[in-house]
Nanobody, 121 residues
Framework: QVQLVESGGGLVQAGGSLRLSCAAS????????MGWYRQAPGKQRELVAS???????NYVDSVKGRFSISRDNAKNTVYLQMNSLKPEDTAVYYC???????????????WGQGTQVTVSS
């Protein structure tokens, strides 16, 4: 069973930056396309960025040009660099298996606790 632990969230002013990290264990991390999801209050969880095993990245339009996803297979870790943050980026952020080019790819059944990102205006 895969265990996922997210970290790096916090409170930041609009225009600021944060770097999120996700450590994975218990699974074959390097064989899976990974993604960052977010869930804002009252909204469904959405996949916002994904990275293939080979490092190809994809983003939803709302974060394109501001967020950057990367991975270190040797450390079983995936990162999300978030720049030019906006109040609408406020959400709990999670990592899990996911691919924006393959909506049918299901995430791992277990989720981490997520990390809260709050952007003040």
């Amino acid at each position: 069973q895969v265990q996922l632990v997210e970290s790096g969230g916090g409170l930041v002013q609009a225009g600021g930056s944060l770097r999120l990290s996700c450590a994975a264990s218990g699974g074959i991390f390097m064989l899976n396309t990974m993604g960052w999801y977010r869930q804002a209050p009252g909204k469904q969880r959405e996949l916002v960025a994904s990275i293939s095993t080979g490092g190809a990245t994809n983003y939803v339009d709302s974060v394109k040009g501001r967020f950057s996803i990367s991975r270190d297979n040797a450390k079983n870790t995936v990162y999300l660099q978030m720049n030019s943050l906006k109040p609408e980026d406020t959400a709990v952020y999670y990592c899990n298996r996911g691919n924006l080019l393959m909506p049918g790819l299901l995430p791992f059944p277990s989720w981490g606790q997520g990390t809260q990102v709050t952007v003040s205006s």
